[in-house]
Structure formats: C-alpha cells, structure tokens
C-alpha cells in the first residue's frame, strides 16, 4: 500500500514536473507560512476550476494548512492533487475529495457533524471551520492520537475525538445534522442513518472494489440517495 502510494505520487509529480512553468515571484510571500501560495494554487487549479463553488468551503481549503497532516517525508506533496499515504497503511483523502465531500453536506455554521474515520485529522479540520461541533471516530488508537495532537496545536477546540468502531456511530452525541464517512462499507450502516437528524444529509462511498460516492438524505419516511461520483476509498474495517 505504502509502495504504490509512493509510485504513484512519483509518477505524479514527475508529470506535474514536465508540465510546470517556471513562476516568477514578483512579490514576497503573504505570510510566514512557506506552503500557503502553494494552497492558493491547490484551491484554484484542483477546487475551484472543477466546480466546487460553496465560499465557506473554498475559504477553509484555503486556510487549513493540509502539510501539518503529511508525514514529514510527504510534506512537499501536500497541496497536489493526489491522496497521501498516513500511519497505519491508510490515506488522506485527494484536496478535491475532501472539498467535494464538504460541499455535498451543505453546512451553514451551527451543526453538530459526525466524521467516521479521522486518519490524519485533515478532513475534520475543515468541518470544524464549517460546523458547530465536530464529532470524529477512528478504528486505530495510533491515528486518533497524532490528528488529536495536530488539532490541539492549531487551536480547534470543538472537535470531539474516540477511538472505536464507527459502524456504530456515537448514539450520545446523535443526532447529527451531517455524518461523513471517510471509509468505505460495503452497505449503508443502519446506525448512521438512525443517528441523522430528519433533514439531514449524509455523504459516504459504498462498495468494495467498485464504490459511488453517496450522497444520502433523511426523510420523514425513510431516505434517499443520489449517486455521485464512483471514487476509492480505504475499507470500513470491522472491529478485530
Ligand atoms: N478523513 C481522513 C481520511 C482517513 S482514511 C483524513 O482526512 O485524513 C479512512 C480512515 O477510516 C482510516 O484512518 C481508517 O483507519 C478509518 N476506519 C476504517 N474503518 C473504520 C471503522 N470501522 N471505524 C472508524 N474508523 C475506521
């Protein structure tokens, strides 16, 4: 896993390499974070010319400084528009995946949102800009740990963090006006949609080696579901 994420972003890079004018900086940097010319540059080549046109969105892929979620020997390649590999053979979602997946949950600022699969902490960074509270679980002790350190220095203090089963979801918190599924099960767990809020929208990839991108609403009788995109996502493990 570690393997092929490593070739492919050296495939990737040595194409964006062949492909990159040289950029010549007529003005010194806004500000004393060295990769933030880099996220503009990944907000609007990856994000915004595919589409993705919510401001709130655009604004937090804009300020999360995503190379504080790499592993330092993928740093540099934070802003390109690839996964990343993270501890534990998992992956941090593509920018665009993560801007897309915000974007479909709508949210206006006073939500509670639940995050199943915290990995590196980026994703639910980026809730915490959009939401209320942010509620985030993770199978592996050892991810939950690292994003809770990275969280806790840049100052997010209404993200809530455990270690468990996400199939579960996290009945005293419930309900939830946005769940988020960073994994991918092989069906929609029936807890998840029980802790939705009447209203509220949940967006999660489903399948195996094939897997859409779902986009699932509640409803007084029941929910629907749009089909959105077919994506890859790491599998939604059962507990051990
Ligand atoms: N949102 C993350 C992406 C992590 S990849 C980010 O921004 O970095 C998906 C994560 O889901 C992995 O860390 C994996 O360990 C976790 N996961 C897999 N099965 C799970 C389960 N049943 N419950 C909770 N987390 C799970």
Request: aromatic share 6%; proline share 8%; net charge positive.
């Amino acid at each position: 896993m570690k393997k092929r994420g490593a070739m492919m972003l050296m495939w990737i890079s040595l194409l964006l390499g062949c492909s990159r004018s040289p950029i010549i900086q007529s003005s010194p940097p806004q500000s004393d974070d060295p990769y933030a010319q880099a996220r503009s540059r990944m907000v609007e080549t990856q994000i915004r010319a595919r589409g993705i046109r919510d401001p709130r969105v655009l604004k937090a892929m804009e300020k999360v400084p995503r190379h504080r979620f790499a592993l330092p020997e993928y740093r540099d390649h934070a802003y390109e528009d690839t996964p990343l590999p993270i501890r534990a053979g998992q992956t941090m979602s593509q920018p665009y995946i993560v801007a897309l997946m915000t974007e479909l949950l709508q949210l206006r600022g006073d939500e509670k949102v639940l995050e199943v699969g915290t990995g590196s902490g980026y994703h639910a960074a980026i809730l915490a800009e959009l939401a209320r509270e942010v509620y985030t679980i993770e199978i592996e002790p050892v991810l939950s740990e690292g994003a809770r350190r990275v969280l806790q220095e840049l100052g997010y203090q209404n993200i809530h963090f455990r270690v468990g089963d996400g199939y579960q979801g996290w009945p005293e918190a419930a309900p939830f006006e946005a769940i988020v599924v960073t994994a991918a099960p092989r069906e929609i767990p029936p807890k998840l949609v029980e802790q939705l809020k009447e209203g509220g929208r949940m967006v999660i990839p489903v399948g195996t080696w094939r897997q859409e991108l779902l986009l699932v609403t509640k409803t007084k009788n029941g929910i629907t579901t749009r089909t959105i995109a077919p994506v890859r996502f790491v599998p939604m493990r059962r507990p051990d």
